[in-house]
Structures are given as C-alpha cells and as structure tokens.
C-alpha cells in the first residue's frame, strides 16, 4: 500500500477555494470553486458532508456506520480523502 | 420542468450566469469586449430587476455566478447582489479592474459571502507603451492585490496580452510575483468588439509569442507551484477552432447590463436574431424556448466540413460571432480551423501581422470610451439591434 497522508486521528478541512453544498439541479452534492464544480454522488458527499475542521477521519467513519449501518465503511473513507487531498480540495490541519 | 417534444429534451441546465451588470466604466482598454455600441443600449437593469433574474436562473440550475461589465464597481448595489448571491446559493466570482476597490467595500463583500476575485490588469492611461512603469498603476494594483490578500480572497490576476504589451512578459511576470498571486491568467486577445477594431494593432507576431511563452516556461520552472501560470495561445495561432462557450446556449448565460440575455458576451452582433430580455421574459423560457438560444444548438445547423467532421462534438464548429465577423455567415464554419474553405481570412491577418513595424499607420488604435461608442453607433450598423 502507499504510504498515507491521511490518518485516523487527522482532522480535514477544505482548501478555502472551495465551496461544498447541496445542489438540487443536481440531485448531489458538489464542490464549487471558482469557474468550477466537482460532483460529490453518493458516498463521497456523505463522506465530505462531514469534512469540517474538527471531526477526525475516524469520528467521520464512526458517523458513516452509524447513518448506514452494516456497512465497514473504513476503507471508503480513507481512500476518498486521499483522493481529496491529492487533487487538492482539503488538506489535514 | 421541460417541455415534451420540443429540443428542449436534450438541454442542460445553465451553469454559469455572467452578470454584466453596469457598463460604464473608468476605463478606456482597446481591447474590451463590451458591444462597440454600448451606449445605445437601454437603462440598466433595476437591483430588484437583477435580484429576480438571479433568482429565476438559479431556479433553473445555474451555480456558478460572475459578476463584470464594464467596472462592477460603478454600481453601488453590487453589495446587496453579493449578499443575496450568496443566499441563493451561488458561487460568486467578482471580475474587476481593481478602480475603485476600496477596504471598506472589500470587508462588505466579504461579508456578504463574496467566493473569488479575479483582477484585471488593465491599461489605465493612454500611454500604451509606459503603462507597466506607471507609479500611480502599479501602486494602485499593489494596494488592491494587497487588500485582496489581506480578506483571504484566493487572488487570480488576469492580464491581456496583444502586440503592444506581450513584450513585456517578464515584467508582467515579475510584477504578479511580487504581488504574491496564486493564479495568472496570461489572456492573449481575442478578437472581438473594440479588439476586433484595433486587431491590426494588437495582434503579435509569431515570434512575440514565442519568446513569451519561452519565458513564461522558464518562469514556471523557477516558481514552481507556487504561482499557476496560464497562457492562453490567440486562436488565430490556431489550426482548430476553440469550443466557443462549449457550445451554443450549452452552460453560459449572459445577462447585459440592460437586460438582454445572450449565449454568449459577444452574440448580440449576430443578424437576425432577436435575443430576449429579461425585463419581457423569465429565464426558464429564454433558455429553453427562445429562438436566439435554440438557434445554434446540436449540429443541423452547421455547414461543410462542420457537418460530417468528427470534431464536431468537441469544437461545436468554433465561435459564430467570429464565423459571421470573418465570413459574413454565422453557420460557416470558424475560419479558425485548417479544414474551412475561409482559412486563409485567418492566415492573410497573421501574415500581415508579422512585420516588425507596428502598424499604427493603418488607423489610429480606438479607445472604449463613450465618444467613440456614439460614433460607432451611427450609421450603417444595421446588425446591431436598437436596445430599449
């Protein structure tokens, strides 16, 4: 495996170019940033949604199994935010 | 939501609205690409007038919002724009010269939820050829980039490139540096509206643009990440035609400062079409019904060699405005691209744009300034519609 950036106990926060809401035209979640947007479908929105400067990866994944339960979402988790972080949109605090 | 058995079918929302919202402006560029008869257009749209279009295209799916005109500045509304963009949910970029941003409008837009600044380097006197060591300029840029910095704007600076000032590259590289952007938008012309009347003037020669992007290139080697660097080549450099607003009434909205809604900046000089108001019509309808933004959608439009290219899906043909401009026919294909039967239009202007003199001989360089729009006005320019 590749070295990770992002650890569990690592607190995101989205680069301040960015901008994460819900857009209804889209029917999902998105990044917005200037002359710009990134779709956010499914997971990864559920996943960004609690990308806020103060919850751990850990606490988000804690927060992901709870709102779907059954589900090892640990892996989901981490390799989104190291694709996010890789492209830019947050980095760890 | 859409109409069953009309085009509309295959329409996508809009994406990005472009508020026009004044245009005036304390500026003169000789290269603006506001319409050349400004100054016939109708009174400008009323705040509430552009709280509800922004409002309607929001509803309609749009998320993306820039605000430009002329100078935003001019408007002493642009505050409660800025705040109500915000509530309705929009990304919202202000396009400015920088003139006449002062501290205290910066915290109110902040305030307001203002997303980005992108910042215009503009030539500020008449002086072409001093403009870059002009104090009072640089001081001015210096001051604003500053404040910029200061709200925790991301700062993207732009600057246009042509003939008279591609030369000085490096200074303009440095001088970004020294303001400590993160983007630099290196523009190069195009050619439209009062560009489009000083091309002869403005256009470079190929070997201007060669040692500009050579030390563009070695700028970026030595900055690194730190500042992103763009330069964008003038398409008449080009062998394929660039895909004009990623086609016809595909994402962009324009609104103009009187209300005239338009697929895109410059579509308001195209014959026989008529392009709605927002002052007559909502958004909904202009984007989906009207003739003006149905009519170069898809492809049954296009002529040869558009129509059985299979380029046609990325290029969408080029830009109509410059088809019609350079070829008397918005349908032909952008005469940019090697395989039009017009290509030449392009080529005999870069050839004779390689001389080395400048050729201010022609004609003198025109200024955007309100005299110059009048004169333009007048006679024979059966094209433009008489707004209002």
Redesign the interface.
Known sequence: MNERRIAPDAVCVLERQYRFQWEPAQESFVLLYPEGMIKLPGSSGEIMKRVDGATTVADIVRSLEQAFPGVDLRQDVLDFLEVAYAKGWIRSK | MQKVGSEANSVK?P??VNAEITFRCPLHCVYCYNPVDYTRSGPELTTDEWLRVLRQARE??A??LGISGGEPLMRDDLEIMIAEARRM?Y?T?LLTSGVGLTEKRIAAFKEGGL??I?LSFQDSTRELNDFLSSTRTFELKSKVAKLVKQY?Y?M?LNVVLHRLNIDHIQAILDMAEAMGVEQLELANTQYYAWAMLNRDQLLPTREQLRRAEEITNQFRARVGNKIKAYFVVPDYYETRPKACMFGWGSVFLNVAADGVALPCHEARMLPGLTFPNVREHDVRWIWYESAGFNAYRGDAWMNEPCRSCPEKSKDFGGCRCQAYMLTGDATNTDPVCDLSPNHHLITDVVEKAQSPEQPVKVHPIVFRDDKNSRKLSEPNRPETAPAG
């Open positions: 929302p994406h990005w309609v799916g998320v993306q949910g990304f970029t997303d980005a992108q925790d991301p993207v």
